[in-house]
T-cell receptor
Framework: DAGVTQSPTHLIKTRGQQVTLRCSPK?????VSWYQQALGQGPQFIFQ???????QRGNFPDRFSGHQFPNYSSELNVNALLLGDSALYLC????????????FGSGTRLTVV | KQEVTQIPAALSVPEGENLVLNCSFT??????LQWFRQDPGKGLTSLLL?????REQTSGRLNASLDKSSGRSTLYIAASQPGDSATYLC??????????FGKGTMLLVSP
């Protein structure tokens, strides 16, 4: 049973560029959430997608956007990258509101130079 | 707004010791609480999930307890091993489709 798969594992981008991160949820899960984790901090909630729509959003600017596809996979897009966007981006999948817990992927390490 | 605090921030123990990691949260209206392990630069591995109606959960050498009324959870690790060295994160699900995390406890178990 495959868990959550994220790609790429590492990424280096230049300030001002755009980036797309991808996530495939655990088999049987229908909800995908994205988190940003800065060094030494706990993950911070970006947004969650269910039935191809954004259901909840954390305190992140509109430069952060996402999408969920009919097969439940998801993308996170970040425009106009800032140095402060450098972080580990984690994808989590779940059923409905996480009543059975969340399963996380291995993350994408984004470095903005 | 839910806030989660983990104490201590770091812990160093010799192999074989039993230890307790603490997590406190400000809003007791939670769905469940999940403990995760994170190795350096890696993703999160779920250790234990405690539903709001439960008092504790056990998995091998790990035992997590939940006291919703006081806003506290503890993760007990028995007979610690060097392979237990990692950062342990507590995450609270208050509904609203989000998890709120503490900053974690960095554990080092020396041989």
């Amino acid at each position: 049973d495959a868990g959550v798969t994220q790609s790429p594992t590492h990424l280096i981008k230049t300030r001002g560029q755009q980036v797309t991160l991808r996530c495939s949820p655990k088999s049987g899960h229908d909800t995908v959430s994205w988190y940003q984790q800065a060094l030494g901090q706990g993950p911070q909630f970006i947004f969650q997608y269910y039935e191809e729509e954004e259901r909840q959003r954390g305190n992140f600017p509109d430069r952060f956007s996402g999408h969920q596809f009919p097969n439940y996979s998801s993308e996170l897009n970040v425009n106009a990258l800032l140095l402060g966007d450098s972080a580990l981006y984690l994808c989590a999948s779940s059923l409905w509101e996480g009543s059975y817990g969340y399963t996380f992927g291995s993350g994408t390490r984004l470095t903005v130079v | 707004k839910q806030e989660v605090t983990q104490i201590p921030a770091a812990l160093s123990v010799p192999e074989g010791e039993n230890l307790v990691l603490n997590c406190s949260f400000t809003d007791s209206a939670i769905y469940n609480l999940q403990w995760f392990r994170q190795d350096p630069g890696k993703g999160l591995t779920s250790l234990l999930l405690i539903q709001s109606s439960q008092r504790e959960q056990t998995s091998g050498r790990l035992n997590a307890s939940l006291d919703k009324s006081s806003g506290r959870s503890t993760l007990y690790i028995a007979a610690s091993q060097p392979g237990d060295s990692a950062t342990y994160l507590c995450a609270v699900n208050s509904g609203y489709s989000t998890l709120t995390f503490g900053k974690g406890t960095m554990l080092l178990v020396s041989p």
